[in-house]
């Protein structure tokens, strides 16, 4: 057995950020950014105002109060997304909505709530300030200022930023293509009756799912038999047109695990038996230069596994640089024993926070590597390393799947 971080090297080793491209930014979410982004404009691009209410000239309103407004003639009329006919002169006063751009001549906005209507005037009833809720041209951003920096992960906020600046395309690092084929003559797919012997195939849809999850672009690959011919014409196919493959099944001990000969025959492939449980046997390596991950069959063996080793790896192929899930501290409601046996046990666990705030987990079900109900309602795996596990009330360490 090797232990789990020197597996986790191997992999990284052989795995390389994908080259950066141009795509829409209305495609960009979660991705990381390429490039520096400058502003080439202003935003925003011109004074405006904050409030519906009335450019005036602020020295207009000086003494003005609710029980001596003064009256000003109301000359125009400014809808956001128009522009005053003219300037405004002294002693006027402009009706404008929100956003619209301040006239030359008015430096003050008076909101409309310290306003009243008095026939074609405006009464004023309140003295403001000049700027009073004016937005400068520039107050969010400055014409030329670096704003963005590769790196970044593009959240809702920045391809707002970026759309506001007229950028139809962002410069990141590539999502990463990613296959994924079951493998095993006991699978079938959809509702008809099993056959004897026959189960369901359900990790496909998971590690796609899990793979979505993560940021990547999910390719289905499909359920192959336990047929080294047909393994190796999947495997090529999906080398052929994606950025990394997952397979599931088919890399233990058992006579029909083509999948670890297939991929040790065709390419420089490690075979590794962890020092973990579940998720004990891994097959990694590259076929075309194209990494491929082959996982074990088990339902919670396949999702430990492919958070272990693929999620993070592939996290780092489209450059993030938080790829790893969060670790959390955690205080046992139970015990979670185990014994000794040279492996580090991930415990599928669900985590609470108390009134008190502090973390409690529980486990999430029956801890067996065909058991995915626990994994489903797991928010969580429990670190429990070599040794006897915990006692309820001690702290653990826990793979939080926030
Ligand atoms: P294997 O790794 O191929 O020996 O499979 C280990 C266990 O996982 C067996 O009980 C398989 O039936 C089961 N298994 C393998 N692949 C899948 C799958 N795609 N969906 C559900 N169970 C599977
Ligand atoms: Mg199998």
Redesign the pocket.
Known sequence: MIALEEAQAKVNRDLAVLPPADIPVSEALGMVLAETVAADEAIPPFANTAMDGFAVRAADTAGASKESPIALPVVATIAAGSVAPRPLAAGEAMRIMTGAPVPEGADAIIMVELTKPAGFDVDIMAEVPAGNHIRPAGDDIAKGAEILHPGTILGPGHLGVLASLGRMAVRVYRRPRVGVM???D??VEGPEPLQPGQ?R????VTLLSLAKEAGFEPVDLGLIRDDEKAIERALRTGVATCDAVIT?????M?DF?YVKAVLTRLGEFSWMQVAIKPAKPLVFGLLDETPVFGL????VSSMVSFELFARPGLRRMMGRLDAERPRIQAIADEPMKRHRDGKTHFSRVFVTEDESGRRRARLSGGQGS?QLMAMATANGLAILPNGEGVDAGDTVEVIYFE
């Not at 195939?201 to 496909?204: A, V």
């Not at 599931?248 to 233990?252: E, T, Y």
């Not at 074990?296 to 339902?299: K, L, S, T, V």
């Open positions: 079951s493998t095993g006991e699978l189960i195939d359900s990790n496909r599931s099944g088919g890399v233990s058992g695990d074990p069959g088990n339902p065909h």
